[in-house]
């Protein structure tokens, strides 16, 4: 049973461009989670999807805007990419059971911008 | 605003030796207080939720205890493979989403 994927594994891309990270949920999972994580520090919320509407956001700006489609998979996306906006990119599935069993995570998408 | 501190930044054990990571919260409405493993190059993997003062959970070597405004996860004769990041988060009621701590990366040495 294929976990959550996450394409691309890396990414390079210059300041001010845009930037489009996608994201598979785990098989029988209906909710997406983004998390941004720095270098050294623990996941920050970025925000989350169900039923193809954002259900929560974290304290990022609108720069980052996503999706769901009707598959449940989901994409991230960053307009007017900023040096700070280097991080590891963690895409987190879950039912809705996740306090129970927890959120499944990918391996994330290692983005640098130059 | 839900705020976690994880003590030690780091931690280097001998192979067998016990010990101890700290997970200081606050929050408005405690949800869930859950424990995540994270190797390098990989995101992290569920360990445990805790939902109320005095719980306690195992799993191998590994055992986690909540209070108010702590919870700690016990590593007991600790194994090479134990080496990774723990992180600890909380999650407040009705908010989806979960506050982390920096974590505490330990390494064991055999």
């Known amino acids: 049973d294929a976990g959550v994927t996450q394409s691309p594994t890396h990414l390079i891309k210059t300041r001010g461009q845009q930037v489009t990270l996608r994201c598979s949920p785990k098989?029988?999972?209906?909710?997406v989670s983004w998390y941004q994580q720095a270098l050294g520090q623990g996941p920050q919320f970025i925000f989350q999807y169900y039923e193809e509407e954002e259900r929560q956001r974290g304290n990022f700006p609108d720069r980052f805007s996503g999706h769901q489609f009707p598959n449940y998979s989901s994409e991230l996306n960053v307009n007017a990419l900023l040096l700070g906006d280097s991080a590891l990119y963690l895409c987190?599935?879950?039912?809705?059971?996740?306090?129970?069993?927890?959120?499944?995570f990918g391996s994330g998408t290692r983005l640098t911008v130059v | 605003e839900d705020q976690v501190t994880q003590s030690p930044e780091a931690l280097r054990l001998q192979e067998g030796e016990s010990s101890s990571l700290n997970c200081s919260y606050t929050?408005?409405?405690?949800?869930?207080l859950f424990w995540y493993r994270q190797d390098p190059g990989k995101g992290p993997e569920f360990l445990f939720t805790?939902?109320?003062a005095g719980e306690e959970k195992e799993k191998e070597r590994l055992k986690a205890t909540l209070t108010k405004k702590e919870s700690f996860l016990h590593i007991t004769a600790p194994k090479p493979e134990d080496s990774a990041t723990y992180l600890c988060?909380?999650?407040?009621?009705?908010?989806?989403?979960?506050?982390f701590g920096s974590g505490t990366r330990l390494q064991v040495q055999p």
């Open positions: 098989s029988g999972h209906d909710t």
């Open positions: 805790l939902y109320s």
């Open positions: 929050v408005s409405g405690l949800r869930g």
């Open positions: 987190a599935s879950s039912s809705n059971l996740a306090d129970r069993y927890g959120y499944t």
């Open positions: 988060a909380v999650g407040g009621t009705g908010r989806r989403a979960l506050t």
